[in-house]
């Protein structure tokens, strides 16, 4: 099959790339593996087309910047979706085969899908993250386009052959805002072979101490303040034990005033803050010895779509403290894989850490062990063959509804 894979960031791109990137960087590499062809296009600072390895092609598209008026964003995503497509059908004209094509539904990129069979695949919802970093939050309310571009992603999504996502709750949200019927199919997973210790700064701090680890981007969809909240009381009630934090600070709001993250927790913590330990944005090889020797992987977000830092610290088998309705629960089997509190509460987070101290070696071993066994369902093959059915569930709609039109 060949297969077109068009989006606003790559991993061989100076764009900013994330779990959309890191998700695409998978999915191609399974697909070139079994002989498919992928051509990325996506959003560069130059214009090229270039050889990437055997069966992948990358097209990079350069966009000429755009003045905007405050609050016009929604023209730059505009631009930028309609020269990533200009690029498709310029490659399309030159004859080149592509059976079906693949869209994110952020930044509207689908917005100017081809007539090609057409597939979007749900890698966030801008109006729930918007949403989530405001106090008050509520996954439950209904919530409703806020913006042009909230409209423009809610349009491109109506205009797919098929949608389909990795998170259930995610996408009964969107279904229930659109009207459209989501596929389920979970982001594949491929384990970085990495080795190494440590970073030297912190290897004397670390050793033969007790730790849990919030790792990711902290901020208050990511339950920052839910760690600012419980912390006094989590390292009160465990006097040896540290909490470690790693990965980049978008700061948070506290009753109007900005701070980072980490100042807040800090002065939460009072007496206790110098055992909150941030270690900034690890390298794979620093960061997996330091999730291996956790006690716990706390990651308390108010919403999240599968996310890579949960499944990873499945895969090396820690209990990982999550929450409930936020996404977590497709992972996680509560008290058996790992363990669920509730959103935006902090007393909840503290006991479970409590509990998570108490157990023995061999309680938290079997709990590490099912974890594994649950991420080894997301292997590259299995989520291969669900993928490529969605591919041809688009062709086959297409087709249907082209044959429908030449009837008439």
Not at 37 to 54: A, G, K, P
């Amino acid at each position: 099959m060949n297969i077109a894979y068009v989006t606003f960031e790559y991993i061989t791109e100076n764009t900013q790339g994330g779990g959309l990137a890191t998700y695409l960087k998978n999915i191609s590499a399974i697909m070139t593996a079994h002989g498919h062809e992928v051509t990325i296009v996506t959003l560069s600072d130059h214009d090229e087309t270039v050889r990437y390895d055997e069966h992948t092609t990358i097209e990079r598209v350069y966009v000429p910047p755009l003045k905007v008026l405050k609050g016009k964003v929604w023209l730059t995503e505009l631009k930028r979706g309609r020269y990533l497509n200009r690029r498709l059908r310029s490659m399309i004209r030159a004859g080149q085969q592509i059976d079906v094509v693949q869209y994110p539904n952020t930044n509207a990129v689908g917005l100017f899908r081809t007539k090609l069979p057409t597939v979007i695949r749900i890698s966030n919802d801008a109006l729930l993250w918007r949403n989530s970093n405001i106090e008050g939050f509520d996954v439950d309310k209904k919530h409703e386009c806020e913006t042009v571009l909230d409209h423009m992603e809610d349009r491109a999504l109506k205009k797919a052959d098929i949608i389909f996502g990795p998170a259930r709750l995610i996408a009964d949200i969107i279904s229930s805002r659109t009207g459209r019927e989501i596929s389920i199919v979970e982001s594949p997973y491929i384990q970085e072979e990495v080795s190494g210790d440590i970073h030297s700064q912190y290897t004397d701090l670390i050793r033969d101490r007790q730790y849990v680890l919030t790792y990711g981007q902290l901020n208050r969809m990511k339950g920052a303040q839910v760690i600012a909240e419980a912390i006094y009381d989590i390292l009160d009630r465990h006097r040896d034990m540290y909490y470690l934090i790693a990965g980049p600070d978008r700061g948070i709001a506290v009753h109007g005033v900005y701070t980072t993250c980490l100042e807040y927790i800090c002065s939460c913590a009072g007496r206790y803050a110098d055992r909150v330990v941030y270690l900034g944005c690890l390298k794979r090889s620093d960061l997996y010895p330091v999730i291996r020797g956790a006690q716990a992987v706390i990651l308390p977000s108010r919403i999240d779509n599968m996310p890579n830092t949960c499944i990873e610290s499945m895969y090396l088998r820690k209990v990982v403290i999550g929450t409930r309705r936020s996404g977590f629960e497709q992972l996680i089997d509560d008290g058996v894989s790992g363990i669920l509190i509730e959103r935006d509460d902090p007393r909840a987070l503290a006991s479970a850490i409590d509990s998570v101290m108490e157990m023995t070696d061999d309680q938290t071993g079997v709990m590490g062990d099912r974890a594994h066994e649950r991420v080894l369902e997301m292997e590259p093959e299995h989520i291969m063959e669900q993928t490529l059915e969605i591919y041809e569930r688009a062709i086959y709609a297409k087709g249907k509804r082209a044959f429908g039109r030449s009837r008439r």
